[in-house]
C-alpha cells in the first residue's frame, strides 16, 4: 500500500535492471525540451528505446520537481476510458470520485508541480491527447513526457524522433579502440560482458562486431536479443544467422519503416533459436496484461506441451534471454513482463497456433479464481486485496474479454460479484460502474448474470453518493433475484437499497429493508450478509436515537466479524458501534471502538472508510476539549478525501462543521488553522497511526539514496535483492539457474562496488534503497448523533 502523492519528491519510476548505456547527445536535448516546453513526445520505432530514454531523463530531472516523477504505463490498457485511472494508479491515488475521472484528476493535480511520464501512447492516441491538452492547459506547473509510435497531435506539443544507437560512421578504420566509441557497439559489449564475463572487442572480432550492429541498425532492442545469445553463439555464427532471416530486406533507404522490420526480423530469428517448449510458452504469456507471478503462469499457460512442473525452469530460461523481465520484491512473489514490442509478437504467434480464445478463456477463469479469493469474507482479506491491487490490468483485460465474447459474460458476472468488497475499498468507482453496466447490456434481460453487474454498479453509485442510480439499480437486480429465487441476490439488493432511503431521511423504510434482509441472511445462513444488514442496521439506528438496539446489533456484527476474520465491514460497525457507545454515555469505551475502525481501514487500505472514522474520531476529540487532536484529524480526513478525489458528503457537512465550530472557539483561528494543516501535511499513513495512537510518529532520518544502484548490472542488482532477503549462495543459484562459484564471484563483486565488507551491510544498503513507507464518516447530526451515509 502507498500513499497517494507519496510526499515531496515521490516517484514511481523504476530501478534500473541493466546498466544505462550512451545516448549523452539525446539525453541532453530530452532535458533542454523539457525546461523549454510542458509537453515533450518522444517518436520513433518499436525497440528503438524510447521508453528508457524517458525513464532516464526523468531520473535525472526529478529533483527539480518536488511533487515528483511518475510513469504512466499505457501498454496493457484496452479501453480509453481508463487512461486517466492509470495516471491516479501512477501516482498511488484511489480514485474514489464522483463523475468525470479527468476533472478529478485536474483539481489533484492542480497546483504540484509534477512531471508525468506517459509511456506507450501510440494505440490510445485521442485519449492522450485530450488527457494531456487537459492537464497542460490546467496545471500550469506539470509538465508532460509522452513515448509513443506517434505524435499526440495537440498544439503545444514539441516533438522529438529518437533515432537509433549511433554507429561507426561508414569508412571509419575499424579497430577495437574506436568501435567503443559507438554507443550501439558499446551496448552490445555490455550485455555480452553480461552472458559472457570477459567478452572483449579486439582485433580479432571488431569487423564482425561492427557487422552485426550495423545489420540491426543500431537497434537497442534488436542487439540485446543478439547479445544475449553470444552465451552459445559466437559472433560469426550470429552474423551468419540473422544475415539470412535480415537479406529479404535488402540494404536500400534504412528510415523507420525498415529498422521496424528490422527488429521484428530479429525477434523471429531470436524465436527461432528457443526450443519448442519455450516458443510456446512465450506465446501463452501473451495473455496477461501489465505482469504475472509463477502461479498465474501455471494456472493459465500450463497443458498441452507445457508441463506445469517445467514452468518455473522455463521462466528463467526466458529471462536469461532477455525475453522476460523479472522484478525481485523483498517477502513478495517474484513478478514477470513481456516488453510490450515483444507481447505483440507473443500475439500473433499464439493467434497462429490458434490458441488466442483458449488462452483468454483460461486467463479469465484465472482471474475468476482470484476474485473468488478476495470475495471470500475471511482473515486473508488483506492479502488478498494486496495481490489483486498487482493484476488490475489483468482484471481490466479479463473484463474487456467478456465484453466482446457474450458466452463469457456470466463469468465476468460472477467475478465482478466477488469483487465487490475490492473495488468499495480502492475504487474507482466510476470507471467500475461503468463498465460493468455496458456489460450488463450484453447479458440477458432477466439473467443472474446481469442482475449481479447492476448490483455491484449500485453499490458503485453508492459510493459515489449517486443515491437515485444506486436505488434504480437495486430495484432492478431486486426484481431479477426475486424472480429467480436468488435469496442473497435479494438480500443483497434490499441491503443496498435501504441506503438511499437512509440518505433521503426516511429512516424507516431503510430499518425495514435492512430488517427484511437480515431475516433472509439468518434464514439461509449467508453470514456475511447478515453481518453488512446487521452494520447498517446499527448506523441507521445509531442515528435515530435508538441506541440500546444500535448497541446490540453492533455487539452481534462485530462477533460475526471476528468469527470470519474480515476487516471490511469490521471498521464500519467498530465505527457506529463507538458512536452509538458513545452517545450511550461510555465515552471511553466509544473511543476506542472508533480508533480501532480506523485500524481496520488503513489494514485495508480503505480510504473511503478512513475518512469517515477520521471525522468520528474528530468529533470526539471536539466534544471532548481536545481541540488541537479535533483540528489535525479534519485536517488529516480532508488529506485522504484530496488523496481519493472524493469531497465531504453534505450529509456530513452540519456535523464537520460543528466539530471545526468547536475547535475553533476552542484554539482560536490561527491555532486552528496550523493544527489543521499539520494534519492536511500528515501522509495517510501518519494519519491513520495518529488517529490510534493519539501521537504523531516521529519521521524517520532521511536516507540518502545516491546513485549506486547505478553500478550494478541488472544480474548483480538480482542477486543482490535475494542475498539481502537472507537467501544463500546455494538458494540463490537454485532460484536464478546459475551455478554456485558464479553467485560467489557476483557476490564479491557487488561487494566490491558499493565498499561494503559483508552481507550485513548489504542487507542495510538494499533496505535504504528499497524502502517506502506503508499507507493504505459518519459524521453526528445536529443534535450529536450520528449522520447518514
Known amino acids: 500500500m502507498g500513499d497517494g502523492a507519496r510526499g515531496r519528491r515521490g516517484s514511481n519510476l523504476p530501478a534500473e535492471l541493466t546498466s544505462f548505456v550512451g545516448r549523452r547527445p539525446e539525453l541532453r536535448e530530452v532535458k533542454r525540451l523539457l525546461t523549454t516546453t510542458r509537453l515533450l513526445t518522444l517518436t520513433g520505432s518499436g525497440g528503438v528505446g524510447k521508453t528508457r530514454l524517458a525513464l532516464r531523463a526523468a531520473a535525472e530531472m526529478s529533483r527539480g520537481f518536488p511533487d515528483g516523477a511518475w510513469l504512466v504505463q499505457l501498454a496493457s490498457i484496452h479501453d480509453p476510458l481508463l487512461v486517466t485511472q492509470a495516471v491516479f494508479s501512477a501516482l498511488g491515488v484511489h480514485d474514489l470520485s464522483a463523475g468525470l475521472s479527468l476533472s478529478s484528476l485536474t483539481e489533484y493535480v492542480a497546483g504540484k508541480r509534477l512531471l508525468l511520464v506517459l509511456d506507450n501512447c501510440e494505440h490510445l492516441l485521442d485519449a492522450c491527447a485530450v488527457l494531456a491538452v487537459t492537464l497542460v492547459k490546467t496545471c500550469p506547473e506539470l509538465r508532460l513526457l509522452a513515448t509513443s509510435r506517434q505524435p499526440l497531435g495537440v498544439t503545444g506539443e514539441a516533438r522529438m524522433v529518437v533515432p537509433p544507437m549511433a554507429l561507426p560512421v561508414e569508412g571509419d578504420e ?21 552472458v559472457v564475463p570477459g567478452f572483449m572487442i579486439d582485433a580479432e572480432n571488431a569487423a564482425a562486431v561492427l557487422a552485426l550492429c550495423r545489420r540491426l541498425d543500431g537497434i537497442p532492442l534488436a542487439l540485446e536479443l543478439a547479445a544475449v545469445r553470444l552465451g552459445s553463439l559466437s559472433i560469426e555464427q550470429l552474423n ?48 496477461f496484461a501489465g505482469g504475472f507471478e509463477e502461479d498465474a503462469v501455471i494456472g493459465v499457460c500450463s497443458g498441452t506441451g507445457l508441463p506445469a512442473g517445467q514452468i518455473l525452469e522455463l521462466l528463467g530460461a526466458l529471462v536469461e534471454k532477455s525475453i522476460l523481465q523479472r522484478q525481485v520484491r523483498h517477502g513478495r512473489a517474484l513478478r514477470y513482463w513481456l516488453l510490450e514490442t515483444l507481447r505483440q509478437y507473443g500475439q500473433q504467434r499464439l493467434r497462429e497456433l490458434g490458441e488466442e480464445v483458449a488462452m483468454q478463456q483460461r486467463h479469465l477463469a484465472w482471474i475468476c479464481a482470484l476474485a473468488r479469493s478476495t470475495g471470500t469474507w475471511d482473515d486473508r482479506q488483506v492479502e488478498s486485496f494486496a495481490r489483486m491491487s498487482d493484476e488490475r490490468d489483468n482484471l481490466w483485460a479479463a473484463l474487456y474479454f467478456c465484453s466482446r465474447e457474450p458466452a463469457e459474460v456470466a463469468a465476468g458476472a460472477q467475478a465482478a460479484w466477488h469483487m465487490m468488497t475490492f473495488w468499495a475499498c480502492r475504487g474507482p468507482f466510476s470507471g467500475v460502474r461503468r463498465v460493468l453496466t455496458s456489460l450488463a447490456e450484453t447479458a440477458p434481460q432477466r439473467s443472474l448474470a446481469r442482475a449481479q453487474l447492476l448490483w455491484v454498479a449500485a453499490v458503485m453509485a453508492h459510493r459515489e453518493n449517486d443515491y437515485g442510480a444506486c436505488a434504480a439499480l437495486c430495484e432492478a437486480s431486486l426484481q431479477i433475484g426475486t424472480e429467480l429465487r436468488d435469496v442473497e441476490l435479494v438480500a443483497w439488493s434490499l441491503l443496498v437499497g435501504a441506503i438511499p432511503l437512509w440518505a433521503a431521511g426516511d429512516l424507516a423504510g431503510a430499518t425495514q429493508r435492512l430488517e427484511s434482509a437480515l431475516t433472509l441472511a439468518e434464514l439461509m445462513q449467508v453470514k456475511h450478509v447478515e453481518l453488512d444488514a446487521r452494520s447498517t442496521l446499527c448506523g441507521i439506528l445509531t442515528a435515530a436515537g435508538e441506541l440500546d438496539h444500535a448497541i446490540e446489533l453492533g455487539e452481534r456484527s462485530l462477533a460475526i466479524s471476528k468469527g470470519l476474520g474480515e476487516l471490511w465491514v469490521r471498521g464500519f460497525a467498530l465505527n457506529y458501534l463507538g458512536q452509538a457507545t458513545w452517545l450511550r454515555g461510555d465515552r471511553p469505551r466509544g473511543e476506542a471502538l472508533a480508533r480501532e475502525a480506523a485500524a481496520c481501514k488503513h489494514a485495508l487500505d480503505d480510504r473511503n472508510g478512513l475518512a469517515i472514522v477520521l471525522e468520528t474520531l474528530a468529533w470526539m476529540a471536539a466534544e471532548l476539549g481536545r481541540h488541537e487532536r479535533a483540528a489535525c484529524l479534519l485536517g488529516a480526513a480532508e488529506r485522504v478525501r484530496h488523496e481519493t478525489s472524493q469531497t465531504l458528503i453534505e450529509l456530513f457537512r452540519t456535523q464537520h462543521d460543528r466539530s471545526e465550530s468547536i475547535a475553533v472557539q476552542g484554539l482560536g483561528r490561527k491555532t486552528f488553522e496550523a493544527a489543521f494543516a499539520r494534519g492536511r501535511a500528515m501522509t495517510i499513513s501518519d494519519g491513520a497511526a495518529f488517529a490510534v495512537e493519539g501521537k504523531q510518529r516521529p519521521k524517520p532520518p532521511p536516507v540518502a539514496v545516491t546513485e549506486r544502484p547505478l553500478e550494478l548490472t541488472r544480474r548483480e542488482l538480482e542477486i543482490a535483492q535475494l542475498a539481502a532477503g537472507g537467501l544463500t549462495n546455494k538458494q540463490i543459484a537454485a532460484r536464478l539457474f546459475l551455478s554456485q562459484r558464479t553467485v560467489e564471484t557476483h557476490i564479491t563483486n557487488i561487494l566490491n562496488k558499493l565498499g561494503l565488507d559483508s552481507r550485513i551491510q548489504l542487507g542495510r544498503w538494499m533496505s535504504d534503497l528499497t524502502g517506502t513507507g506503508t499507507s493504505t464518516s459518519e459524521e453526528p447530526s445536529r443534535d450529536g448523533r450520528p449522520g447518514r451515509p
Not at 577495437?176 to 555480452?192: K, P
Not at 525498415?258 to 510458452?281: F, K, N, V
Open 174 to 194: 575499424v579497430s577495437a579502440q574506436r568501435l567503443l566509441g559507438s554507443d550501439a557497439v558499446r551496448l552490445l559489449s555490455e550485455r555480452a560482458t553480461a
Open 240 to 287: 551468419h544467422g540473422l544475415a539470412s532471416e535480415l537479406s529479404i530486406l535488402g540494404r536500400g533507404d534504412r528510415g523507420a519503416e525498415t529498422r521496424q522490420q528490422t527488429l521484428e526480423a530479429t525477434i523471429s530469428w531470436s524465436y527461432g533459436l528457443l526450443d519448442e517448449r519455450e516458443r510456446m510458452l512465450w506465446a501463452r504469456l501473451s495473455v
